[in-house]
């Protein structure tokens, strides 16, 4: 994980919003980026350029209840801040959280060591305590991203090898499948962690706290980068509410490419980590 630099006094202005949404408990930051564009403004009289910042915030989020719609939240936070906060969000109830820290939770327990407090009600959430390191706890990884990985393989490979009549917002739909799966893996390889909500911006987010493996899908500067990117996040709606206009093929293939370079490098990658964790968990044993 990467480690938060010194917190902006403007980060503290999110902290109003969220509770406004939800009764909160703790709020630990895991990271925090500010992003600066230059806006062009027009008038009668001249044109001028004014830069306008916005924050983008990893958060763990602990509350008193139960977050429904995570999606919601995130989105909330977005437009009561007048689009200078995006926050991704990781939610834990207080019951929950206690109970996962007792346990030896490796997630729960390097966040509230690495991340920075930001807000506290009280001392009712449990400190970090020592990570479970066992072969059983390897072989449970290692079981979960061999599923994952399954699953991603088969979604890549539907996507090329599909019907002689292929749709096209179908084969975008496949491919996000697959890039959402394997970010599931890599997620709880790395951070032994499961999200609850699963959009592909979002977990593309997530792992890029720990890997640079998201820069593959991430658009570049070319409008049909932006596009393919556009298509893959939002391939399900495009898949349900569009019937004509189909996308071009040539940008399908490059999807596909994308897709597959993902997947096989995300294959390396965890590989690596997987070996590392099984002689962390094998040494404890002994």
């Given amino acids: 994980m990467r480690t938060p630099p010194s917190i902006s006094p403007e980060i503290h202005k999110v902290l109003p ?25 027009s008038t009668s009289l001249n044109r001028s350029r004014k830069p306008c910042s916005r924050y983008v915030l990893t958060m763990l989020v602990i509350s008193h209840e139960q977050i429904a719609d995570p999606k919601i939240f995130m989105n909330e936070v977005f437009n009561k801040t007048q689009e200078r906060y995006e926050v991704y969000a990781m939610h834990y109830t207080l019951r929950e959280a206690n109970t996962r820290i007792r346990c030896g939770n490796t997630f729960l327990n390097r966040m509230l060591r690495e991340g920075e407090l930001l807000y506290r009600e009280d001392n009712k959430l449990e400190l970090p305590g020592t990570c479970l390191l066992n072969p059983k706890v390897y072989k449970r990884i290692a079981h979960h991203w061999n599923k994952r990985w399954e699953r991603a393989r088969y979604f890549e490979e539907k996507s090329v090898f599909c019907d002689d009549h292929p749709s096209l917002y179908g084969r975008y739909f496949l491919q996000q499948q697959s890039i959402q799966q394997t970010c599931l893996g890599l997620i709880y390889v790395f951070w032994e962690y499961q999200p609850s909500y699963y959009s592909l911006s979002y977990l593309l987010h997530l792992c890029e706290q720990f890997c640079e493996l998201p820069n593959i899908i991430y658009p570049k500067r070319s409008f049909r980068s932006q596009l393919i990117y556009s298509r893959l996040c939002h391939a399900k709606y495009n898949l349900n509410k569009k019937i004509h206009e189909d996308p071009s093929e040539s940008d399908s293939f490059k999807a596909a490419q994308l897709t597959y370079r993902f997947v096989q490098a995300a294959r390396k990658l965890a590989d690596q980590k997987l070996e590392e964790l099984k002689k962390l968990h094998s040494s404890n044993s002994k």
């Avoid at 969220?18 to 806006?39: A, F, G, M, N, P």
């Fill in 17 to 41: 919003i969220i509770h406004s949404l939800i009764r909160v408990h703790t709020v630990y930051l895991i990271e925090q980026q500010k992003i600066t564009k230059d806006y062009l403004y």
